[in-house]
């Protein structure tokens, strides 16, 4: 199971984007609500979730998707649950994915130090500040932690996570499917 965490405030298309590009690729995806059943988002998109993230068994997922906005970002980091479902899967090594203001979570807690990782500008600093290396690549895996700019490479990104939880070929196909060029 993919667990793509939806807290009030996400940035829509971060969040939907990898989730449709996911079950493209037949994997099992959840929207896991924070704080809430029905998650309002930054542009008035409401979505409701599959389970609540108290209830995600980090035994049985194979990663954890972090969508950005600015509020959405605050929720996620806000939350005791999930900040203890980072900790389980950064521990274990196990794929973790953030976007647009979503990596500074991860920076927060020192996982970046030493890695290279992107996010949205303004959320620049808290990486550099947590000893990421900066780098201005759209989309960027470094050991366990894929992280991205922002809205615009939201495809990329769920791409990305297809190639890295299937195959290259079976991202492939989803890329020439939807038409995507790069």
């Not at 493209?24 to 704080?35: C, F, N, P």
């Not at 090594?93 to 500074?104: E, V, Y």
């Not at 780098?135 to 190639?163: H, I, R, S």
């Not at 290259?168 to 995507?180: F, H, K, L, V």
Request: charged share 20%.
């Amino acid at each position: 199971m993919i667990a793509i965490l939806f807290a009030p405030g996400f940035e829509e298309v971060e969040a939907i984007a990898p989730v449709d590009i996911l079950r493209r690729a037949g994997l099992e995806v959840r929207i896991v609500g924070v704080g809430e059943e029905e998650i309002p988002g930054s542009h008035g998109i409401t979505v409701r979730a599959d389970l609540p993230v108290e209830a995600v068994d980090p035994d049985a997922c194979e990663a954890l998707v972090l969508p950005g906005g600015k509020v959405g970002t605050e929720n996620l980091e806000a939350s005791p649950a999930v900040q203890r479902l980072i900790d389980i899967f950064a521990a274990r090594g196990k794929l973790i994915a953030a976007i647009c203001a979503a990596p500074s979570i991860l920076a927060h807690k020192g996982l970046l130090r030493g890695r290279t990782a992107t996010s949205y500008p303004s959320f620049q600093h808290a990486l550099v500040e947590g000893g990421a290396q900066l780098t201005q690549e759209p989309v960027v895996l470094d050991g366990p932690f894929l992280t991205a700019k922002g809205m615009g490479v939201a495809t990329q990104f769920g791409l990305k996570l297809a190639a890295l939880l299937t195959d290259p070929q079976t991202a492939d196909g989803i890329r020439d499917s939807i038409q995507w060029q790069d």
